[in-house]
């Protein structure tokens, strides 16, 4: 069974930085491409960073230029750093891999950007 547990989120203030990681078990990461997904209120889920097993990043281009994505296969960890930080990026953001999104779902982890 698939376990994905996100860590990293809290409270910052706009312009400021966070970084998330999420750790899986039941799945080779490796296999997969991975995404960072955000639920803001109001809004369905929406992918907002990928990266594929080739290396191919993808980013929606509100992130772009403040969000970087990254992996590390022999942890099975992806990890999303955020930089510059703004009051749109208020959301619960969990991993999950691209194409499982009908499977199980990790509690997220919650970042708010206020002042």
């Known amino acids: 069974q698939v376990h994905l547990v996100e860590s990293g989120g809290g409270l910052v203030q706009p312009g400021g930085s966070l970084n998330l990681s999420c750790v899986g078990s039941?799945?080779?990461?490796?296999?997969?491409?991975?995404?960072w997904y955000w639920w803001r209120q109001g809004k369905e889920r929406e992918l907002v960073a990928a990266i594929h097993?080739?290396?191919?990043?993808a980013y929606t281009d509100f992130v772009k230029g403040r969000f970087t994505i990254s992996r590390d296969n022999a942890k099975n960890t992806v990890h999303l750093q955020m930089v510059n930080l703004q009051h749109e990026d208020t959301a619960v953001y969990c991993c999950?891999?691209?194409?499982?999104?009908?499977?199980?779902w990790g509690r997220g982890t919650q970042v708010t950007v206020s002042s």
């Open positions: 097993s080739s290396g191919r990043i």
């Open positions: 999950q891999a691209l194409g499982l999104e009908a499977g199980s």
């Open positions: 039941g799945i080779d990461f490796s296999r997969h491409a991975m995404g």
